[in-house]
């Protein structure tokens, strides 16, 4: 199997995935760290893709997303973004929307302390 369909696979096939450096409970940098922070804090079932187990998977994701940075958060199959811009989300309330909308379960109140601890 192709890094690409197994990429393509993984993101069809779960809700809510995390490309990362590390896994969520043992992230490897600050950004992925910082990203599974946010959905692990707002209560998000996510698959964790540990790019650094996998050199092909690395590259690859970059290439499926033309995106060159992990982590990479994907919602029902589609690229959302990287550190900088589910952080945005975070704060302006779109993630939540963009959970709502596609029928993804977090807790609301989880999301609102966030905001309130950036505000």
């Not at 600050?30 to 209560?43: I, T």
């Not at 996510?46 to 958060?73: C, H, M």
């Not at 199959?77 to 975070?90: H, K």
């Amino acid at each position: 199997m192709t890094a690409e369909t197994q990429i393509k696979d993984t993101v069809t096939a779960n809700d809510v995935v995390l490309f990362m450096k590390g896994t969520k409970s043992m992230p490897q940098c600050g950004f992925s760290s910082r990203v599974a922070g946010v959905l692990n804090f707002m209560g998000v079932e996510f698959e964790d893709v540990n790019v650094l187990a996998d050199e092909d998977i690395r590259q690859g994701i970059k290439d499926y997303s033309d995106w060159p940075t992990i982590p990479q958060l994907y919602v029902k199959g589609e690229f959302v973004g990287g550190c900088d811009i589910i952080t945005e989300m975070t704060l302006s309330g779109e993630l939540d929307t963009l959970f709502t909308e596609n029928g993804v379960t977090y807790d609301k109140e989880a999301a609102d302390k966030i905001r309130e601890a950036n505000a």
